[in-house]
Nanobody
């Protein structure tokens, strides 16, 4: 059974930075694409960023230029570097991975990010 475990969330002031990590229980070579989603209170879950096995990325317009998604296949880990954080980035962030060649999708349990002074 695949497990995705997020870490790195917390409370940060506006303008600050956080790096989220998503550790997979197995090889992430099996996943394409992988991504980060977020869900704020009262809102739908939305895609933040995604990355393919070849390294192609795409970002939500609201985070372009501030967030960077990356994957370390050797460490079976997905990352999200978040800079210049804003209060509107406050949400629970979820790691997502699609099993290559299938419609099977796995989710992590989520990590809370709160941006507040």
């Amino acid at each position: 059974q695949v497990q995705l475990v997020e870490s790195g969330g917390g409370l940060v002031q506006p303008g600050g930075s956080l790096r989220l990590s998503c550790a997979a229980s197995g090889s992430i070579f099996s996943f394409n694409p992988m991504g980060w989603y977020r869900q704020a209170p009262g809102k739908e879950r939305e895609l933040v960023a995604a990355i393919t096995s070849g390294g192609s990325t795409n970002y939500a317009e609201s985070v372009k230029g501030r967030f960077t998604i990356s994957r370390d296949n050797a460490k079976n880990t997905l990352y999200l570097q978040m800079n210049s954080l804003k209060p509107e980035d406050t949400a629970v962030y979820y790691c997502n991975a699609q099993l290559w060649g299938t419609v099977k999708v796995y989710w992590g349990q989520g990590t809370q990010v709160t941006v507040s002074s």
